[in-house]
């Protein structure tokens, strides 16, 4: 197994991604028979319990072996990921229940870019995706990653009018869907489909439900063939926001 240098965008089959572990039997065991680890995250206790288990509120991963995590996220979380061969570095700000106190490391990092309400990144994570040369794209949207779906370094998913507009000034190629319900993050009305999703393959995106309830399955569908990318539902129920299938290592 060998990390994966960019983050979410492997190149070849993935091996090892975070996941919460509230996700479905049916989603675990559909991405075991893929032969991939499954990192199953535990709550972080600062947070409220609908996004408390997300990995993309306590986790960013830098590059290659390197991730970054949030104050107070549980050790043996921690240690498992260091058995994992990953320099583990605590982030600078805390999390806690009150928006915009649970955005720090929500950030989408789409190859070069990251997307992200740049008033409240960390400090940490902001200091180290610069030095490696990545662009800082503010936008209004505290939630990026869980907005936005990745599909590879130059393209996106998102239903934010602002991600969508910033991404199309940067030249990235991005498709703009609606807000839609069959996506679940119970108590509320709906999720995101970045949640609701993840790359475990260079060419295979992974949906954690069936894609076809949501009413912009057409033009999702168009948009990954343009891209070469093959759908893989991991569960025939409806989609559930589990704050990003972060891919970690690949084969």
């Known amino acids: 197994m060998?990390?994966?240098e960019i983050p979410n965008l492997p190149t070849n089959d993935v091996s090892v991604?975070?996941?919460d572990k509230r996700a479905s039997n049916r989603i675990k065991e559909t991405l075991k028979q893929?032969?991939?680890l499954l990192v199953e995250t535990l709550p972080h206790p600062d947070i409220y319990p609908a996004v408390a288990y997300h990995p993309d509120i306590m986790f960013h991963h830098i590059y290659s072996n390197m991730i970054v995590y949030a104050p107070n996220t549980p050790q043996q979380l921690i240690d498992e990921l260091t058995a994992l061969g990953f320099d583990m570095l605590e982030g600078q700000a805390?999390?806690?229940n009150r928006y915009?106190?649970?955005i720090a490391y929500n950030i989408a990092r789409v190859g070069k870019?990251?997307?992200h309400n740049t008033k409240y990144t960390d400090p940490l994570v902001k200091k180290l995706l610069i030095e490696?040369?990545?662009k800082f794209i503010h936008v209004n949207q505290g939630y990026s990653k869980c907005l936005t779906c990745i599909i590879d370094e130059n393209s996106i998913i998102t239903s934010d009018k602002d991600i969508y507009k910033k991404a199309k000034a940067a030249k990235l190629d991005a498709l703009l869907i609606e807000p839609d319900k069959s996506i679940q993050l119970e108590p509320y009305d709906m999720?995101?489909?970045g949640g609701a999703t993840g790359l475990i393959g260079r060419n295979k995106l992974a949906f954690t439900g069936n894609i076809k309830l949501h009413k912009n399955y057409n033009e999702i569908l168009n948009f990954l063939s343009l891209k070469n990318v093959d759908m893989v539902m991991l569960n025939d129920d409806r989609l559930m926001d589990l704050g990003t299938i972060i891919p970690i290592r690949q084969k």
């Open 2 to 4: 060998k990390p994966i």
């Open 17 to 19: 991604v975070i996941i």
């Open 34 to 36: 893929q032969n991939i």
């Open 94 to 96: 805390s999390l806690n």
């Open 100 to 102: 915009p106190h649970t």
């Open 113 to 115: 870019y990251a997307f």
């Open 132 to 134: 490696r040369g990545i």
């Open 191 to 193: 999720g995101f489909l």
